[in-house]
């Protein structure tokens, strides 16, 4: 057996888990090295159980626990922030590439005609209804009132 083996089991030994081997003990009789790593050893585990335990606060688990989260939050925000300001950008890229297109291609000419025969298109249609508004008021109304019976019908309590 070596000193370096014998090293190796000193704690489990000295903890109760192992039990020096014959070879074990007659290698420790003859070393003064393993002899005072031994003795060392002893005198580490009669002195740690007297040292004085500090008791973190009640409060210890959740003030860190606290800390984590605000800072998760920070960095969730951060990320998020990040992630809106690109997405703005690459929409802008992609507007401003579409505007472009068209006013190279010509389009925002044809664009201006669209806008003007939307306009006629809402007047004409407008000065077409304009007439029969009193017709469509009172079917409006018709169909306000049906509904407003048929709501009542469904919620209205018929059971006392
Ligand atoms: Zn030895």
Not at 51 to 61: C, I, K, S, Y
Not at 65 to 83: H, I, N, P, S
Request: glycine share 8%; net charge negative; aromatic share 6%.
């Amino acid at each position: 057996m070596t000193c370096d083996q014998i090293n190796l089991r000193i704690d489990a030994v000295l903890d109760g888990d192992e039990a020096w081997t014959s070879d074990a003990r007659a290698h420790l009789d003859t070393c003064s090295r393993c002899q005072s790593r031994v003795a060392l050893a002893q005198g580490i585990n009669r002195w740690l159980p007297q040292l004085p335990v500090d008791t973190p606060p009640a409060t210890f688990t959740s003030g860190v626990m606290a800390r984590v989260r605000r800072e998760r939050w920070r960095a969730e925000q951060a990320l998020d922030a990040g992630f809106n300001v690109a997405i703005a950008a690459g929409l802008l890229l992609i507007v401003a590439g579409v505007a472009g297109l068209a006013w190279s291609s010509g389009l925002i000419v044809v664009g201006a005609d669209v806008v003007a025969l939307m306009r006629e298109a809402i007047a004409v249609t407008g000065a077409e209804i304009a007439p029969q508004l009193p017709t469509y008021s009172v079917a409006a109304l018709l169909l306000t009132m049906g509904l407003g019976v048929w709501w009542w019908t469904e919620h209205a309590n018929f059971e006392r």
